[in-house]
């Protein structure tokens, strides 16, 4: 496989990214934006199962070999990530998959920036960009090891700081009908999940052209217990976009 890792200056910030296939130009990208806690490297053995499409992940800003401002840890300002990664690799059709609170970057950005969106992939998250609240850093902190990296090694405790002191609460609900393009939207089936039934039916109120998979088995960790149904559902949307 071919891939590189790659960092693009956006003001200041030096914005990683991970380029699978560059060489590929008969499929439509694939740009993932990760998690909250997660970087590029993370879905390098996704974007490997999606050969031979081409697939960029970007690191966002404070996470992996991204760099860690002082300040700038705004919905706005990890929109432009994605956008100067996007106008540094020339691409003029895309598609948009964001997991967990990266649903709320890339929607927030897929609303901004709609002419080269060929489609949109949901992950387990509604579309809000919600507040972190006070004592959500120290909560944060304590959770275990995800996907097998403890956070210490994801982020630092600036980047964490800063991205609950500069959240604030964000609805992107009135605005989802102008995302027009065909979209999939990935719920898991078990407690734990953040895209509830009635989530799910929200989005579909708000984009008729939508489809939801449920993965009964999944809570919001998507990925496990079986990788495959993620990659065989993503397969089958991205096949039908030319």
């Known amino acids: 496989m071919n891939y590189s890792d790659s960092w693009v200056d956006?003001?200041?910030t030096a914005i990683h990214f991970v380029d699978v296939n560059n060489t590929i130009k008969e499929n439509v990208p694939l740009i993932i934006i990760p998690g909250l806690s997660e970087s590029a490297e993370d879905?390098?053995?996704?974007m490997e199962r999606f050969s031979p499409r081409r697939c960029v992940a970007i690191?966002?800003?404070g996470r992996g070999k991204s760099d860690t401002p002082e300040t700038g840890y705004t919905l706005e300002d990890h929109i432009s990530d994605i956008d100067t990664v996007i106008n540094h690799l020339a691409l003029k059709e895309f598609i948009l998959l964001g997991y967990s609170r990266g649903v709320s970057y890339a929607i927030g950005y897929a609303i901004k920036y709609t002419k080269n969106l060929k489609g949109?992939?949901?992950c387990d998250y509604p579309a809000n960009h919600t507040q972190l609240r006070q004592g959500w850093v120290e909560f944060f902190s304590s959770l275990p090891p995800w996907r097998g990296k403890p956070l210490s090694e994801r982020m630092n405790l600036q980047a964490l700081h800063g991205?609950?002191?500069e959240s604030t609460q964000v609805s992107f609900w009135d605005d989802l009908p102008s995302i027009t393009c065909p979209t999939l939207i990935i719920r898991g089936g078990k407690e734990g999940a953040l895209i509830s039934l009635e989530t799910a039916k929200q989005y579909?109120?708000?984009m008729p052209q939508a489809d939801v998979a449920v993965f009964v088995d999944s809570d919001?960790?998507?990925?496990e217990p079986n990788v495959e149904t993620f990659i065989e559902t993503t397969n089958l949307f991205l096949k039908d976009i030319k």
């Open 163 to 165: 991205l609950q002191s």
């Open 120 to 122: 949109l992939i949901i």
């Open 59 to 61: 690191t966002l800003r």
């Open 204 to 206: 579909v109120e708000k």
């Open 43 to 46: 879905y390098i053995s996704l």
């Open 220 to 223: 919001h960790n998507i990925f």
């Open 10 to 12: 956006n003001r200041g």
